[in-house]
């Protein structure tokens, strides 16, 4: 089974990638762990990538691609995959597509998590965290015992600037303009499923395994 996980971020999408993948025993694939992969391991694609991040340019698409097939073609894939933060444009997917039409397969499903933006607002902007051990809380779905303190190191807890209302309102608005076309791009292809990401968590993997089969 390959599968392409979509949603706005904050929707929820890598935490139904970690549980779709578990459930179905295929490898969770992260664009952002390949890359540190690569980079740690120093590969040739990974030498190449680091060039363009030292001097604080994005990775042109070509290179993004070719780091994302590569991981696509080892062994535990050949059962399926789900790709978790690519692509995020429309020429990245006609790239993906290409590339895997090469190794004469092809995308099965792209799950798209939908969230209004006020959902995701209001979830992102109630986060808090711990810098010293890591812990994360959200002041209405999971606040810690003692406000603005954490529970496991009783450190205070912080708004992040990722965080922080302006700072979502910029990622969404740019989700919007780049990302959110592939919805239509594999809607188009009938491969598309939509669930509904403002219902609890085991309720939306629950919609994503229903549709999916078991």
């Known amino acids: 089974m390959r599968l392409i996980m979509l949603g706005a971020p904050g929707a929820g999408k890598g935490t139904q990638a970690k549980r779709v ?20 391991n120093k590969t040739d694609l990974g030498i190449k990538a680091k060039e363009y991040m030292d001097k604080g340019l994005l990775v042109p698409d070509e290179l993004v691609v070719d780091i994302v097939a590569d991981r696509l073609l080892q062994e ?12 995020r444009t429309i020429p990245q997917a006609e790239s993906l597509d290409k590339a895997l039409m090469s190794m004469e397969t092809k995308i099965n499903y792209a799950i798209n998590i939908h969230v209004p933006d006020e959902n995701i607002v209001r979830r992102m902007s109630g986060r ?10 959200h002041i209405k ?7 603005d303190i954490c529970d496991n190191c009783t450190r205070e807890l912080i708004l992040r600037d990722d965080d922080k209302e302006e700072t979502v309102l910029k990622r969404l608005e740019i989700y919007h ?13 009938d491969i598309l499923i ?21």
């Open 76 to 87: 535990d894939c050949k059962e399926g995959f789900i790709l978790d933060g690519f692509p």
């Open 128 to 137: 808090r965290a711990c810098l010293n051990c890591g812990a994360t809380y």
């Open 177 to 189: 303009k780049q990302t959110s076309p592939l919805i239509e791009y594999y809607g188009e292809k």
């Open 141 to 147: 779905y999971n606040p810690p015992k003692k406000e």
């Open 194 to 214: 939509t669930v509904d990401g403002t219902v609890d968590i085991d309720d939306v993997t629950k919609s994503i395994v229903e549709i999916l089969g078991a």
């Open 21 to 40: 993948a578990a459930k179905y025993n295929i490898p969770h694939i992260s664009t952002g762990d390949i890359f540190r992969d690569n980079i740690k």
